[in-house]
């Protein structure tokens, strides 16, 4: 077992790695650089069923479009959130469900997915840059919990 001494010992030296000082960046000054935000989902085709949610966008013309598809003979829409609209989207899902009185079912993945932001300069001196960054997002499928040809009233 290891004694108390060399305990504090292994904390100290694992804190002296952790402030190991990394290659330095120069800090980029916003007002020299137009900066390019890459789509962040890599999704090989855009389906039909596929809606993304977005701050921006009206939430009823959102929630209207998932009907619209729901309504049209699709039995499953999915509903992407990225950042700040992982709320709006977890919140458009909850909506669909309440809506159907409890008829459809809600299967979530959450992930954490990869942006690149690539700053351009403005200035012939300045050189191209580009940032990984990191951002969780949800990815709900909102599906039927039977299918509406089962309930028709047959003789």
Same mark, same amino acid.
């Given at each position: 077992?290891?004694?108390?001494? #060399?305990?504090? #010992? ?30 962040? *989902? ?9 809606? *993304? ?73 300045? #050189? ?5 960054? @990191? ?7 909102? *599906?039927?919990? *039977? @299918? ?8």
């Amino acid at each position: 077992m290891a004694d108390v001494h #060399e305990c504090s #010992e292994s904390n100290q030296n694992f804190s002296n790695e952790k402030n190991v000082p990394k290659a330095k960046r120069n800090k980029l000054v916003l007002s020299d650089y137009t900066i390019r935000r890459r789509q962040p *989902f890599n999704l090989p085709g855009k389906r039909n069923k596929d809606i *993304f949610v977005t701050n921006k966008t009206n939430f009823k013309a959102q929630l209207k479009k998932c009907e619209k598809l729901l309504s049209s003979g699709n039995s499953e829409v999915i509903i992407h959130g990225l950042g700040a609209a992982v709320y709006r989207a977890c919140n458009l899902a909850l909506q669909l469900k309440e809506i159907h009185y409890g008829g459809m079912e809600l299967d979530i993945k959450t992930s954490t997915i990869s942006i690149i932001d690539d700053f351009e300069p403005l200035r012939d001196s300045m #050189e191209y840059e580009t940032i990984n960054r @990191s951002n969780s997002a949800v990815h709900i499928r909102v *599906f039927r919990k *039977f @299918s509406i040809g089962g309930l028709k009233y047959q003789d």
